[in-house]
């Protein structure tokens, strides 16, 4: 597929080209931001770094040692990655362009102060407070690269801003020491004044606010995230039409910007993700979340030791050289240092287009991508960078060639574009929602690192001496490269099953035992209101809707605010949006698109009968429970994406989906209980595993049939259409339908379709079995229905529509045992709600729970807890149908009611009357004696469904 080319944005100059997402502006705004960061950052470091060649003046002058000397750079060091912590956060809360000017001005200020200073302690401070400031840039570059960039091409971007950063650090000290010599110390603080000041004159023109709320997936990686936006805009609109307002609307929340360019970089209000200074807070501490990630710990720990490797040489350097037998001047130590920048200059041009080559090389061997694929490109580092220490460290222990010794700094120094342009991207890359939080810790961790090393250099010096010192660095530098391999081993792995979630999936098992039992009171069955929080929940995951059903209806709600995933239908708190989307897909689930689906259900129930045939065969055990959950799963794959997940060929989850449907599922109703917490433990999810499993496999089947479809063989396919095939056709009118519709839809149908139809077969069975009178009446009615319709294959859906004992059997399964087992929950509207002799205020969540209400003995009578299917037909023979449906809620109720609610009574009775006719069933000897077990997290499953199967005599 063809890059997309943001021309049309192009064509619109400056006024409305920084509208929007910024990885669509046109490239030279791009490329001229980028070059503003690499400015900013080449001053910084020049500033931190260049001094060193100026010791020796700086000794004569303040008559102090070089030991001293050493507090001008390491606390600087530390005041860089302390900055971080507090720009980033406040970047997110106030726009990362009124930071970055504020912490210019901080920095300009400083500089202007460094050149007056009078006693070694002021120079200090002035440079403490300056290099703070100038650390806005070390976390705020890359975050702004990241938001311009498309991740692919990310790690150039990275390598031209660690060049800057280096060369700052590097080219630094020959333009001190020159300027030192003949100018003195305090000519190099003018230099810097003057190069932040044309800085910050080119940044007041020419950085437009980058901050762009962009919508990700669940698990999600940002390389998925850039070809998702590449691919609505050509999809949707065609590029030439696209404008990047159109991508805007995706996230309302997004502030307009280019009103007027103009305007527009004078214009500091609401430029933040977040809400101004209440999120300040939370903000501070959300890079903290990032401790427990090995990617980022990773990332912290090596970039550290390189970058202390590197501080180590540049501070030994005056002291190892300005004495005999080498004897260098001022000019002289920057000529050295400027030797180690052609390790830098050599580096660049393989450290980003390697990284990146690397990995969309793997990405195509795997047939799919992940942020480790980036990994193997720290071989070069591990064989390049420590013996460049050994180097150093022998040549100058023997006295040996001063070109050698600048040969082995340069090799050192070579690390700082290899390792960053690496570990950075992966971070980024893994996790593209929370990246700058990442980047700001590890940031803030490197120089720690670097900080440390730094303070212990003269103690550790006198201690080892210099050859052992060195060998022990490059010994650290080794063992912690030696991470990267388990890491691109099982990354992957490690993330799929984060401690957090195994903690979570503890605490709401927990959580959910009290909860039910609290929730589902046998003896009082009138309890309705179930649950009440007083705080508004800040992001709805799973059961949080809009609407209130039945007694609890009420009008309108306010505005979702801020939720970091697609909303799909049930995530959408929205009513209006809510219903526009609905609306958008409603056809592909109506009744007359049921019947083209019938054909993949009797495929499935084929499959189903002859591994139940296979069993009676062997008098083999079965667990229906698992085999109800291979067909309805596969029933749902084949009607949304036209193919089976596979798993009725031998019902083994080779997959593992259903672990991983599990796990999501586990999340889910943790945090549907725990909202608050969402924010907190969702970037620690996998991006591969849980959440990220269904999510890939929506992605991989839709990407599928598009090509089908496009070469045209799609529509010579037989008769029946899945749901993928319909919404292809769908989106070439003008119904509105995006790819990120198709993408929410048939990932919904996967969530929300296959184990609640699974569960509903599971209860019916059950039920019946338990029953047996009713069993018998079931199958004599359809054994009738059998001869009378001279049914040899499949039943029909309309067939089994019009046998009502088999209706009354479904409803009395789904009202004793709804797949759902918490309540089906609303969000108080700002009016706030009166129900019943409760009033809840706006925000609160309210909400019935089926199991309870299904048990209501004036609505079902006072056997309410038995199982009675008759009672159906005595509804209707009483007229009082249509009121209990009122109370009847296995499908939900109001504008959220299941959309799938047909589909799934298709399967279900179509399979039920299959199964009937054909075989007898023996219960497992333990469910007949004691009650089955379920399990409620969210869908109340059955654990020990299982028995024998015989075949019956006739069909
Ligand atoms: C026996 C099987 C099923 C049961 C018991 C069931 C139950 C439910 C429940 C309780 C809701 C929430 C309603 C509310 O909050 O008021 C729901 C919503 C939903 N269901 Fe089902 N469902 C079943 C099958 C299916 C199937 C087969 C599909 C799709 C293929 C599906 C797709 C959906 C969707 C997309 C929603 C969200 C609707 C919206 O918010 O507009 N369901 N379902």
Not at 106 to 126: P, Q
Not at 419 to 435: N, Q, R
Not at 551 to 580: M, V
């Amino acid at each position: 597929m063809a890059e997309y080319q943001p021309e049309t944005a192009a064509r619109k100059g400056w006024r409305t080209c920084t509208k929007g997402d910024p990885k669509l502006w046109p490239a030279y705004i791009r490329h001229i931001i980028l070059a503003n960061m690499c400015m900013f950052v080449f001053i910084g470091n020049l500033y931190a770094a260049g001094i060193s060649t100026g010791f020796a003046a700086l000794a004569t002058e303040f008559n102090v040692g070089f030991d001293k000397l050493n507090d001008i750079i390491s606390y600087p060091v530390l005041a860089l990655g302390v900055g971080n912590l507090f720009w980033t956060p406040a970047a997110i809360c106030f726009g990362k362009r009124p930071i970055i000017i504020v912490s210019m001005v901080i920095f300009l200020a400083c500089a202007i102060w460094s050149i007056y200073v009078k006693t070694l302690s002021e120079l200090v401070a002035a440079r403490v407070l300056a290099c703070f400031a100038a650390g806005s840039v070390e976390s705020l570059g890359p975050a702004i690269i990241a938001d311009v960039y498309q991740e692919r091409y990310f790690a150039s971007a990275m390598a031209v801003f660690s060049l800057s950063l280096s060369g700052g650090s590097q080219i630094g000290p020959t333009i001190a020491g020159f300027l030192i010599k003949s100018r003195g110390w305090r000519w190099f603080f003018i230099l810097n004044t003057i190069l932040i000041a044309c800085n910050l004159a080119f940044t007041l023109l020419l950085l437009p606010e980058t901050n762009y709320k962009r919508l990700f997936y669940e698990g999600e990686t940002a390389a998925e995230v850039d070809k998702s936006v590449v691919n609505e805009v050509e999809h949707v609109k065609g590029a030439e039409e696209f404008t990047t307002q159109d991508y805007t609307d995706h996230t309302s929340s997004n502030v307009e910007y280019a009103s007027s360019y103009f305007r527009d970089l004078f214009a500091f209000k609401s430029r933040g993700l977040e809400n101004g200074h209440t999120a300040l807070l939370k903000q501070f501490s959300l890079p903290f979340r990032f401790v427990l990630i090995p990617h980022a710990l990773f990332a912290v720990a090596s970039y550290g030791v390189f970058l202390g490797g590197i501080v180590i040489n540049s501070l030994l350097a005056p002291q190892l050289l300005s004495p005999p037998p080498y004897l260098l001047s001022s000019s002289g130590l920057g000529i050295f240092t400027l030797g180690s920048f052609v390790g830098i200059v050599l580096g660049y041009p393989i450290a980003g287009p390697l990284t990146d080559l690397l990995s969309r090389s793997l990405t195509r061997r795997c047939d799919r991508h992940l942020p480790e694929h980036r990994l193997p490109a720290l071989m070069i580092p591990f064989v390049v960078c420590p013996p460049g220490l050994l180097l150093f460290a022998y040549i100058i222990n023997q006295h040996g060639s001063i070109y050698s010794a600048a040969v082995g700094t340069a090799m050192q120094t070579a690390a700082l574009v290899f390792v960053p342009s690496v570990v950075l991207s992966v971070v980024v890359d893994a996790y593209p929602e929370a990246g700058s939080e990442a980047l700001v810790l590890i940031n803030a961790g490197k120089n720690l690192i670097a900080f440390g090393v730094t303070v212990s250099v003269p103690v550790w010096l006198h201690r080892v001496g210099l050859v052992k010192m060195y060998w022990q660095m490059a010994a650290t530098q080794w063992a912690v490269l030696s991470l990267g391999i388990p890491l691109f081993f099982f990354g992957n792995t490690i993330q799929s099953t984060p401690k957090v979630v195994a903690f979570g999936q503890l605490a709401n098992h927990f959580f959910l035992a009290t909860l039910v039992i609290s929730e589902f009171p046998r003896n009082q069955q009138e309890v309705w209101v179930t649950k009440l929080r007083a705080e508004p929940p800040q992001i709805a995951n799973l059961n949080c809707h809009a609407e209130m059903p039945a007694a609890l209806a009420q009008p309108k709600l306010g505005q979702l605010e801020h939720s970091c995933t697609l909303p799909s239908l049930f995530a959408d708190l929205n009513p209006q949006h809510h219903s526009i989307q609905r609306r958008k897909v409603a056809s592909a689930y109506s009744m007359s698109s049921l019947i083209s689906y019938e054909p993949f259900v009797d495929n499935c129930a084929s499959l189903l009968i002859s591994h139940f045939d296979a069993a009676a065969d062997s008098g083999k055990t079965l667990d229906f429970g698992h085999w109800f959950r291979c067909y309805a799963f596969d029933v749902i794959g084949e009607i949304t994406f036209g193919q089976r997940f596979g798993l009725l060929d031998d019902g083994i989850d080779k997959d593992e989906i259903f672990g991983a449907i599990d796990a999501r599922s586990s999340y889910s109703t943790f945090i549907g209980i725990f909202p608050w917490l969402h924010q907190f433990l969702f970037p620690l999810q996998p991006t591969t595993g849980n959440h990220a499993y269904v999510a890939k496999y929506t992605k991989h089947h839709i990407a599928l049939r598009e090509k089908l479809y496009q070469s045209g063989e799609e529509k010579l396919s037989n008769g029946s259409r899945d749901f993928v095939s319909k919404f292809l056709d769908l989106r070439s009118t003008d119904s509105g339908i995006t790819t990120t519709d198709i993408f929410t839809t048939c990932q919904s149908n996967i969530g929300a379709g296959s184990d609640t139809t699974a569960i509903t077969i599971s209860a019916v069975l059950y039920y019946l079995l338990k029953h047996p009178q009713t069993l018998r009446k079931l199958q004599s009615e359809i054994d009738v229905a059998v001869v009378k319709e001279s049914i040899t294959e499949h039943m029909s859906f309309k067939q089994s529509n019009q046998l009502p004992y088999l209706q009354a059997v479904i409803k009395e399964a789904l009202r004793l045992h709804s797949a759902t087992g918490l309540p089906l929950a609303r969000l108080v509207p700002p009016s706030g709600v009166d129900i019943g002799e409760f009033h809840f205020r706006k925000g609160a969540t309210v909400g019935i729970n089926s199991w309870v209400a299904h048990r209501k003995s004036s609505i079902f009578g006072q056997d309410a807890n038995n199982w009675r299917p008759e009672r159906w037909l005595e509804f209707e023979e009483e007229g009082r149908g249509a009121e209990v449906e009122k109370y009847f809620l296995p499908f939900g109720m109001g504008s959220r009611t299941c959309i799938g609610k047909n589909l799934s009574l298709l399967e279900v009775s179509k399979l039920i009357c299959e199964l009937l006719r054909r075989f007898e069933f023996q219960l497992d000897e333990q469910i007949l004696q004691k009650d089955w077990t379920t399990t409620n997290v969210w869908f109340v499953k059955p654990e020990n469904f299982i028995g024998k199967v015989i075949k019956r005599h006739s069909k």
